[in-house]
């Protein structure tokens, strides 16, 4: 009886013992040392990461320098040939060697592709034009950057002292060409550098902006105001050094709407019009319509072939086929 008992108590521990190793090799248990050992070695062989703390990187193309930033932290992947960014500050270079100044909370920059992204209080600053976002993507081969999110810039046009403030979704800019585009709810304003000289505020979808050539073009649900005249239309165009010559400074084109206050008699009046096409002389303080001009003001309706409204007049000059006439 005592030897049986012995004898199952001994097959018992043996059935255990390999009940255990079984269990071991099935399941990933956090005691088992040999998978620790595998995925350790798998993620060493995927990653092959370096990391290193307060670091100056410089990348060189053509045997000269096109990439140069400081970083807090940063780590390089040698297998997906990216390196990771924490607080980067720096310049890039064009192939003319203009310096384009950035920085952001993060980035990554990605050797194969020539991509540079910045995220978090991002800043970019072209010399002419300063501007900030939440996310930046800079094309180094392209030399073109990328704003998305709370895009907000100004832009200084040297040829005519304007500063030109404008905030959006999103932007693109050119830096070698002095070129940018903005998209999505575009909002701002053109700051003379005299006081006393009259800013222009305007709105569209996309506002783009040549500064070499001093011209920028307006396109959909466009939006001027100049002191008490504001005007609408589907497109526009700003010609930056027209300011204090006689000639059109501002140009809108398709379904022209303008409402204007204008004093008389020791009241204010408000002034309405529609035409194909306004074009505003800011020396003369005056605004030129064409294209099946109607004007209405108090009980007149007003029709010719060209109307011309002056600035805080009632006074209404039309251009007909056969006649030119004042209206007072």
């Known amino acids: 009886m005592i030897e049986k008992r012995h004898t199952f108590t001994f097959y018992g521990?043996?059935?255990?013992?390999?009940?255990?190793?079984?269990?071991?090799?099935?399941?990933?248990?956090?005691?088992?040392?040999?998978?620790?050992?595998?995925?350790?070695?798998?993620?060493?062989?995927?990653?092959e990461e370096s990391f290193?703390?307060?670091?100056?990187?410089?990348?060189?193309?053509?045997?000269?320098e096109f990439l140069h930033l400081d970083s807090d932290d940063l780590t390089i992947n040698q297998t997906t040939g990216k390196t990771y960014f924490f607080?980067?500050?720096?310049?890039?270079?064009?192939?003319?060697?203009?310096?384009?100044?950035?920085?952001g909370q993060r980035g990554v920059y990605s050797q194969n592709e020539g991509l540079l992204k910045l995220e978090g209080d991002v800043a970019l600053d072209l010399a002419e034009t300063k501007a900030t976002s939440d996310h930046l993507t800079y094309y180094v081969n392209k030399e073109k950057a990328d704003l998305k999110g709370t895009v907000k810039s100004q832009s200084f046009v040297e040829s005519t002292g304007d500063r030109i403030k404008i905030n959006s979704d999103a932007a693109t800019f050119y830096p070698m060409k002095k070129t940018s585009t903005y998209q999505g709810n575009v909002n701002g304003q053109i700051v003379r550098k005299r006081v006393y000289e009259e800013n222009i505020k305007f709105k569209s979808n996309i506002f783009s902006l040549d500064i070499p050539t001093?011209?920028?073009?307006?396109?959909?649900?466009?939006?001027?105001?100049?002191?008490?005249?504001?005007a609408s239309s589907l497109r526009g165009e700003i010609y930056l050094e027209n300011y204090n010559k006689k000639l059109k400074y501002f140009v809108l084109y398709d379904d022209v709407k303008v409402s204007e206050k204008v004093m008389l008699e020791g009241n204010f009046i408000e002034r309405k019009a529609f035409s194909e096409k306004l074009e505003g002389l800011m020396s003369e303080n005056k605004v030129i319509?064409?294209?099946?001009p109607k004007v209405f003001q108090l009980d007149?309706?007003?029709?010719?072939?060209?109307?011309v409204l002056r600035e805080n007049t009632e006074v209404v000059e039309v251009d007909d086929a056969n006649s030119n006439f004042k209206l007072k």
């Open 300 to 307: 007149d309706v007003i029709k010719g072939n060209k109307i």
């Open 289 to 292: 319509l064409t294209g099946f």
């Open 52 to 64: 290193f703390k307060k670091v100056n990187f410089y990348t060189y193309q053509d045997g000269r």
């Open 214 to 230: 001093n011209y920028a073009e307006l396109l959909g649900n466009v939006f001027i105001e100049k002191q008490q005249l504001k």
């Open 87 to 103: 607080n980067p500050e720096g310049e890039g270079y064009t192939k003319s060697g203009r310096e384009i100044n950035y920085r």
């Open 13 to 47: 521990f043996i059935f255990l013992n390999v009940l255990v190793i079984l269990i071991s090799f099935s399941f990933d248990l956090d005691g088992n040392p040999f998978k620790k050992a595998q995925k350790a070695k798998s993620v060493g062989e995927t990653l």
